[in-house]
């Protein structure tokens, strides 16, 4: 047999499965599986492996050890293989990796491959576009320290491990690994390389419940571990590389921690770093330490006295935070301030017409705008925005506030959200393909601060609770921005809608109101959109009867050229409610935006076009549901599809009448016209 493959399990299954998965598809099966399950539970580590189908090759599962080192050591123990491999179970390696390696092995002790690291599993690097791929590779970069040199990607002839007596000190936490490659590589010159066997070595993208251990493992730790494997690592192996890594590990992690308020263990890992021959460094640093904190404490001063952006948020901090909260005055915010909209407006709305006098309505609204009811604008990240945002009563927000906002006590924050989740949200997602690897890390953290969140339906509540781990008040009222579906379909209403925008009022109305792309965005910032309906033909098919509204999502920064269609097509990305463009349109194109729910209480027809949903569901997010089975309108991919739907739309009516009730009786049922009075009720209470 050629080689055993060493993975120690930590109860950690989110990406085993994946690990499972790369060694069922080897290019060579000659090979044996040990499982050391450190700590876990071995019946699910056996049901995990069953269910990855690798069938072709031994497994043996072993229980015990305790931390990562022990677990190789027992795996080792027991390996038959000529060479022995080690991998995380939470990594994988590409297909030809193990025949790669093999073929390089011939007379040597030690082959190694290339290690990468990354945020994503193996079907969403190979399909997806380059952005990802350059996101993988900056963190490449950001890396190359001690800390970097592990064992994981190389192929050991297992021989000549046993000869030399090779373990892993099983009193390190977190670097054992560095001492074993040291003795490894120090001991032999039979090394080979194989760059092309690639080891990808996973970031997990959920630090609050499935933490790595390294994202686990705090600053001082890391310090403490890395310089005492240093320490063990040189004795072993001479080689200029290892200095060279302990400078750069010195410089990025040991300085900032020096540097840094956290105090506990700076004496010890200074000695460490003494005993690594960091003397000059370490004395440097001590005497700069004072000169370095009074020189930054200076920096900070001169840039608060220049720069515009320091002074707000000192401002912020010192002054606004201190100031009384008055509990009447109001922020709010829909889309990040780029529109006057959804629910929060029609909360607004609410509060300024039953209780004119009590409270004071300030909006973050990215453009000037004339307001009704005369609230008061603010720009976001403003200095006003702060000092509203430090002392205002309530919060009415339909997104994430953003990360420096700190929540007063006796402040309440009505989180409106923007829609009945069809993609997968937050700690439902598996991959994370935005620009933020980070993501959930970070609306964990702003979720903590919402004291209320509305739920349209019972589908979204349970959702909600789970995708934002959130254990405040549910408010099961339905959306406020949907009263109006409700009560404002009247013709004046449609007339005065059309006439606003200044379309016909004889023809009919097409929306189409798709929504974004995770991995579709532009460096500089926004999210990119190529428009896949084809106008022209679109126009020439249904010019006569019909004109056509087309909305991008708020992310969106690509704008529309819709010059050779002027009088057929319509650009209503920048209109500011969506609800409004809902009432005057006879049918709704969309695809996975959650328009449809809201949409489906006018009872009006649907075409989803979906000209991407494998990718989009299978890769980028995945749904909470089948779109196939439910979906209340036909899924269409491409324009001729779209157009013969639009021409023969009765059929389409008769035949998802009955969806469509089911439809409507699971989302909708909750929202009848009085949505906001509920929640006005539930959280003004003071007030109203
Ligand atoms: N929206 C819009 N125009 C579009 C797309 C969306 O005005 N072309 C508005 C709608 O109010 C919609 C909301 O933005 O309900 C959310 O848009 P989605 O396309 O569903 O996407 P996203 O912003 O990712 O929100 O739980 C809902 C999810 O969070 C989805």
Redesign the pocket.
Known sequence: MKASIIIPVHNEWNYFQECLNGLQQQTIQDFEVIVVCDGCDIDYAKEIWERAGVRSVRVRFLEGGTGVAAARNQGMAVAEGEFLLFHDCDDYIEKEALELLLAESENVDVVVGTKKYTWYGASVLVESDSKLLQLNQKLQHERNTIEDISVLGMLIRRQYAEREELQFDESFLYGSDLPFVASLMGRTDRVESSPKAVYWKREHNDTINHPSLFQRTDRATRCREILRAYLAAEEQWDTPVLREKLQVFYKKVVEPFYLSPESEGKEEIFSLAVQCRMERETADLRRKGKSLRRRKRLKRLVSLMTSRTEMKFFLYRKIFLKMKVKKDWIVYES?FGKSY??SPRYIYEYLAQHFPKEYKHVWVMKQKKKLPYGGTEVKRHSLRFLYYMARAGYFVFNGRQPLYIQKREGTVFLET???????K?VFDMNEVTMANPLYKADVYRQSRDWDYLIAPNQF?ADIFARCFMFENTMLHTGYP?NDILHSGQGAERIEEIKSELGIPRNKKVILY????RDNEFHKSGGWKFSLKLDLEKMQQALDEEYVILL?????VVDGLDLAPFRGFAYDV?KYDD?ARLYLISDILI?D????FF?YANLKRPMLFFAYDIEKYRDVLRGFYIDMEKELPGPIVHTTEEVITKVQNLSDVIGQYQEKYNVFYEKYCNWEDGDSTERVVQAVFKRKA
Do not use: E, M, Q
């Not at 959200?417 to 993609?423: Q, R």
């Not at 109101?513 to 974004?516: S, Y």
């Open positions: 889309f909209s959804d959200w923007h829609g009945t989740p069809l993609k949200l979204s921005r109101a798709p929504t974004w909305r991008t999502h708020y992310f990305s969506i969309t996975y935006s959650s328009v809201d």
